[in-house]
């Protein structure tokens, strides 16, 4: 998205599919792990505008 700049990510989250437990158990799990991964979506997306916007001002000086 913006070139020349790269900043790795990686996540560990929990394979749903090897989930153990009762039905209701494993819905509820695999509910965790998808609002972890919404969470760390979030902060990436926060933190890329304002990476983006720093460097706007930046230039724009």
Partial sequence: VFPGATKL???SFA???SLTG???EQL???R???EEIKKRVQAW???VKT???AR???LNR
């Fill in 9 to 11: 990510q990686h996540w």
């Fill in 15 to 17: 394979d749903p599919s």
């Fill in 22 to 24: 009762t039905e209701a």
């Fill in 28 to 30: 509820q799990r695999t």
């Fill in 32 to 34: 965790e792990i998808r």
């Fill in 45 to 47: 997306v926060r933190d």
């Fill in 51 to 53: 990476w983006s916007e």
């Fill in 56 to 58: 706007r001002s930046a």
